[in-house]
């Protein structure tokens, strides 16, 4: 079975850098979408980032210019580079992944908190 494991979550000050990341068993190479999520107490889960098969990304607007998807497709692993955090960025994040055929994959998640 398919699993996400997301990493790199933790406590940062306002301004500060997080860099998460997101292991996928079944590899990165044969997806339709793989994308960041959030979720903050009391709200929607959000779309944060993601990037097609083609290689094209898309942010979010409240993220846009702050952070940067990447991934290492050797690796296996997607990643999410966030700076200038600020506390309304204090949230769940989740990975998603989206097979060819429309099998769709969420990870546990990783807490941030943004706070001084």
């Known amino acids: 079975q398919e699993q996400l494991v997301e990493s790199g979550g933790g406590l940062v000050q306002p301004g500060g850098s997080l860099k998460l990341s997101c292991v996928a068993s079944?590899?990165?190479?044969?997806?339709?979408?793989m994308a960041w999520y959030r979720q903050a107490p009391g709200k929607q889960r959000e779309f944060v980032a993601g990037?097609?098969?083609?290689?094209?990304?898309r942010y979010g607007k409240s993220v846009e210019g702050r952070f940067t998807l990447s991934r290492d497709n050797t690796k296996n692993t997607m990643y999410l580079q966030m700076n200038n955090l600020k506390p309304e960025d204090t949230a769940v994040y989740y990975c998603?992944?989206?097979?060819?055929?429309?099998?769709?994959?969420y990870g546990q998640g990783t807490q941030v908190t943004v706070s001084s």
């Open positions: 990037i097609t098969d083609s290689g094209s990304i």
């Open positions: 079944g590899g990165i190479t044969s997806t339709v979408l």
């Open positions: 998603n992944l989206i097979r060819p055929g429309g099998a769709n994959y």
